[in-house]
Nanobody, 130 residues
Framework: QVQLVESGGGLVQAGGSLRLSCAAS????????????MGWFRQAPGKEREFVGA????????EFADSVKGRFTISRDNAKNTVYLQMNTLKPEDTAVYYC???????????????????WGQGTQVTVSS
C-alpha cells in the first residue's frame, strides 16, 4: 500500500519557521523512493492547489515557486524515504494545507505541475498568524 504521510504543520507567527516532513511507505513504493521526484503543493481556502517546490531524485536539482524562493528549501533523505520542506520567514499568505506528492518517473528536472504527480499525501495544515 502506497502512503505519503506529511507531518510538522502547525500554528506559527509571521517571521517564524516550520519544517514539514513527508515519509513514504509501502514496500515496493518506498524501495524505489530514490528514483522519484518529490513535490510540495499547497491549497488555501477558496483557492486552487498551487506548486510550492520540488526536488529531483538525487536532490541535485530543486524548483520553487516565485512566492517562496529564498524562504523555503527542500531536501531529501533517501535512506529514510523522507522529503523535507524547510519554511523560513513565514508570511500569513503562506497559510494553507500543504501536500507532498510523488512523481514516480525518473526525472532530472523536477515537475511543477500537479497533473504529473502520481501519489499524494493527505496534507498538513500550516497557519501563519500576523
Amino acid at each position: 500500500q502506497v502512503q505519503l504521510v506529511e507531518s510538522g504543520g502547525g500554528l506559527v507567527q509571521a517571521g517564524g519557521s516550520l519544517r514539514l516532513s513527508c515519509a513514504a511507505s509501502g514496500r515496493t513504493f518506498s524501495s524505489y523512493f530514490s528514483n522519484y521526484v518529490m513535490g510540495w503543493f499547497r491549497q488555501a481556502p477558496g483557492k486552487e492547489r498551487e506548486f510550492v517546490g520540488a526536488i529531483n531524485w538525487s536532490g541535485g536539482r530543486t524548483e520553487f515557486a516565485d512566492s517562496v524562493k529564498g524562504r523555503f528549501t527542500i531536501s531529501r533523505d533517501n535512506a529514510k524515504n523522507t522529503v523535507y520542506l524547510q519554511m523560513n520567514t513565514l508570511k500569513p499568505e503562506d497559510t494553507a494545507v500543504y501536500y507532498c506528492a510523488a512523481d514516480v518517473h525518473h526525472k532530472v528536472i523536477p515537475t511543477t505541475t500537479p497533473d504529473e504527480y502520481d501519489y499524494w499525501g493527505q496534507g498538513t495544515q500550516v497557519t501563519v498568524s500576523s
